[in-house]
């Protein structure tokens, strides 16, 4: 088993009591598995996946239960130890590709970052890590981007950037958190292709958070429904899809934009 | 980029012809007229007109203004009414005190507040940052002739660092002279550097709210790796900017603050010389003192380009 989550809590302590963002979160990820985790905003999945990846604050955030990686509880590493997985073993992607990039620094510096931070490698050998890692992440024209900024790229180029930097190191775990929503529909599809590619040809496992049971259902093997800071189900992403035992699910299937209802919708207006 | 550039040249040119216009229009008409008070109010009429006759005060306000410009763009800055010799041999050493002094308290300025803005931001909410914020309120609400006056008691009288009033000429020494210069030039700086300590800091911190910082730590960075890598390149785009206003704030600042400390600078030489409606000098202080702001906002705005990518090409 590679990542192990068992009663994960996550709650944000303030003087009128607790606010609990997750609450008794268990899932299990083996090596190269697609997961996804799918929710209405504010259903604590990004919290989820912040946790995973040691990203929240831990003065202001209190996290309980366990998070396992290879047989490490991340929990109770320090920030220095935790340090040693971020960007290498466990990687991650953000929703916002327009503001996830550093606007004064040229992509490739961002792109080959992690390397810089966790191996000795050369300079030119990690340029050329940071081609390949571009290639793979759907940039062919590596070369010429290296020296671009990232205002210079459009939102799909940017993401596949982001993903290129997640990759550099060949992460086991890469977390792709709502990666797609800020973007339009066709390079939505093509950015779920190439994450398909890359964990196909990769073997890296996705966490893939979203919520849109559809976006998911392209992508995934298995899935968790999250409400509320709980899970309601999980199961077989097709299982799940076709006969969803909980209304809440039911809900997220129906509230999918579909042809006839775009019909009916237009009608009105 | 060239195209920017030259738009932008173009345009410091035009603001530096506004400002020659403005400076001697202004004092062609406010009241006064030089002549009484170089020859004294028993002058005869006569005397008088010839006197207007020798100074070309007779002539139309704009050829006496095209006359001017031209002898500004050959160097000649005209003869003082007042001392009856060249404007620019009599401001050679005003120019030396005031500029060194402005130059001085620019350096502690930037000496003094960038490592105090990172480290109150680097430790936000810790024992510095919170007594660097009092300190900070303190010192911006001294205006600096009084952080002068200060300085001089404390410094000049107290520890006896520097003798009050008997400043060095650099002829004698650059050293002393620089020494002596120091203390003024803290008094400029110190307001200012706390603004600029708080601005920084305040930028800094907002830089680390956003997005790329959050990438910049899945990616392994501790909060100094990102700090210095990340943050601080973006953080100083709007200091810069800051610290460009922050020239004209410090030649202002020099004027006051010279008097405070006995420097025969532009300051002490502009306020004589009105009172003695010597235009020709105060002319040429007054184009002075603006083409050393207008030009250092000029590189600011090319700076500001060079820092920031977005901006590059527009």
Redesign the interface.
């Known amino acids: 088993m590679m990542l192990q989550i068992e009663h994960l809590n996550i709650a944000f302590p303030n003087p009128k009591g607790h606010f609990e963002a997750v609450k008794d979160f268990s899932l299990h990820v083996e090596e190269g598995q697609v997961i996804g985790i799918v929710g209405e905003s504010g259903s604590g999945k990004s919290m989820t996946a912040h946790a995973i990846m040691g990203l929240l604050d831990r003065k202001s955030v209190k996290v309980s239960g366990s998070i396992r990686f290879e047989g490490v509880e991340l929990l109770d590493l320090t920030r220095t130890q935790m340090r040693s997985y971020q960007g290498k073993d466990l990687s991650i992607i953000f929703q916002e590709p327009m503001t996830s990039l550093n606007p004064t620094m040229k992509i490739g510096p961002q792109v080959e970052e992690a390397l810089r931070i966790h191996t000795k490698m050369p300079p030119k050998e990690r340029k050329q890590r940071a081609l390949e890692a571009m290639a793979l992440a759907g940039l062919p024209n590596g070369e010429q981007l290296y020296h671009q900024y990232p205002h210079q790229l459009s939102g799909g180029m940017r993401q596949r950037v982001m993903i290129a930097a997640a990759l550099v190191l060949r992460p086991k775990l890469l977390i792709a958190d709502e990666p797609t929503t800020a973007l339009d529909v066709t390079i939505q599809a093509q950015i779920l292709d190439t994450l398909r590619e890359i964990n196909r040809k990769e073997g890296i496992a996705i966490l893939f958070i979203s919520h849109d049971l559809g976006v998911i259902r392209a992508l995934c093997h298995h899935v968790v429904v999250m409400q509320q800071g709980e899970i309601v189900e999980a199961g077989d992403v097709e299982q799940v899809f076709h006969h969803p035992q909980q209304g809440y699910t039911q809900r997220l299937i129906a509230s999918r934009p579909t042809r006839t209802k775009l019909k009916a919708g237009g009608s009105h207006g | 980029m060239m195209k920017t550039l030259v738009k932008r040249v173009l345009l410091l040119i035009a603001t530096l012809l506004l400002v020659t216009i403005l400076a001697f229009v202004a004092f062609s008409i406010i009241p006064g007229d030089p002549t009484s008070s170089i020859l004294g109010v028993e002058a005869t009429p006569e005397q008088i007109a010839a006197l207007r006759d020798r100074l070309g005060l007779n002539l139309p306000i704009w050829q006496r203004y095209l006359h001017w410009l031209g002898g500004l763009l050959t160097g000649d800055l005209g003869e003082s009414y007042n001392y009856g010799m060249p404007v620019a041999q009599l401001l050679a050493t005003c120019v030396t005190h005031t500029l060194t002094l402005a130059v001085l308290a620019f350096v502690l300025i930037v000496a003094i507040s960038l490592p105090l803005g990172i480290i109150a931001a680097r430790y936000e909410g810790g024992v510095v940052d919170r007594v660097l914020t009092i300190l900070n309120q303190i010192t911006m609400s001294v205006p600096n002739f009084v952080a002068g006056i200060l300085l001089v008691y404390v410094f000049g009288l107290v520890l006896r660092l520097f003798q009050p009033g008997a400043i060095v000429s650099p002829q004698t020494g650059w050293g002393p002279y620089l020494w002596y210069m120091l203390f003024p030039a803290l008094a400029v700086a110190l307001p200012r550097s706390a603004m600029t300590v708080k601005m920084l800091r305040g930028a800094i911190l907002s830089e680390l709210g956003?997005?790329?910082i959050?990438?910049?730590?899945?990616?392994?960075?501790?909060k100094s790796?990102a700090l210095w890598r990340?943050v601080l390149?973006?953080a100083m785009?709007p200091v810069v900017t800051f610290l460009a206003m922050t020239v004209a704030d410090i030649m202002a600042g020099s004027i006051v603050v010279e008097q405070v400390f006995g420097i025969p600078g532009l300051g002490k030489m502009l306020v004589t010389s009105i009172g003695n409606r010597d235009y020709p000098v105060v002319q040429a202080i007054v184009v002075l003192i603006a083409t050393v702001v207008v030009v250092c906002n000029f590189a600011a705005d090319l700076l500001y380009r060079v820092?920031?990518?977005?901006l590059r090409g527009r």
């Open positions: 956003q997005d790329y959050r990438t910049a730590y899945s990616k392994g960075n501790s790796s990340h390149r973006n785009i820092m920031d990518p977005r």
